[in-house]
C-alpha cells in the first residue's frame, strides 16, 4: 500500500524535499483491491493538486493508514494549502 501511495504521489515530490509524510503497517494488497485505491489515491492527488494542499509550495499531506474491524483505514490530511471556501451556489443551479 505504501508503495502504491509513493508512485501515485512521486510526480509531486521535490528533490531532497518531501511533501508527504506516510506511516502505518505494511499492507498488501489483492491485485483488484489495488486498482480501487489506485484509483481513489489518483482522484484524492489530483484534487489536492488543483484545490488543495499540493496546489501551493508550502502544503503537505500526511496519510494514515491502519487496520479497522472492517478492513484498512486510510486517513488523509492536508495542511498548509489555501483556506477551505464554501461554494457559491447560483440558483439557477439548484432547479
Not at 6 to 11: G, T
Not at 19 to 32: A, C, E, H, N, Y
Not at 47 to 76: F, H, Q, T
Given at each position: 500500500?505504501?508503495?502504491l501511495i ?14 508527504v509524510d ?31 494542499a499540493l ?41
Amino acid at each position: 500500500m505504501q508503495s502504491l501511495i509513493r508512485e501515485e504521489l512521486a510526480p509531486y515530490q521535490v528533490t531532497g524535499t518531501s511533501r508527504v509524510d506516510i506511516s502505518g503497517p505494511s499492507l498488501v494488497l489483492k491485485p483488484t483491491s489495488a486498482h480501487s485505491i489506485a484509483m481513489v489515491l489518483h482522484e484524492t492527488t489530483t484534487n489536492a493538486v488543483k484545490y488543495g494542499a499540493l496546489s501551493v509550495p508550502s502544503g503537505r499531506i500526511r496519510i494514515e493508514l491502519s487496520r479497522g474491524d472492517a478492513g484498512m483505514v486510510i486517513c488523509w490530511s492536508e495542511t498548509g494549502g489555501p483556506p477551505v471556501r464554501r461554494p457559491v451556489i447560483k440558483d439557477s443551479e439548484c432547479e
